[in-house]
């Protein structure tokens, strides 16, 4: 897998999903389960690659600099 996700992004992703994992402890009733969707952006920074990106074309990552 081609990495897609530069160093800004993935740690824009991991503090998303650390805030959305909060929210298991910080809501009541069955609502609060929708934190589990904060798991979704921590794999994809510790991946490198996001399914989403790929898909339209879009790459965080800054590109190798090639020597002349």
Do not use: Q
């Amino acid at each position: 897998m081609k990495h897609n996700i530069g160093s800004a992004d993935k740690v824009l992703r991991i503090i998303i999903g650390l805030v959305l994992l909060s929210l298991i402890f910080i809501l009541d009733g069955t609502i609060r389960w929708i934190g589990l969707i904060g798991i979704m952006p921590i794999i994809t920074a510790f991946a490198g690659n996001c399914p989403l990106y790929s898909v339209l074309g879009i790459s965080t990552c800054p590109t190798p600099k090639k020597e002349p």
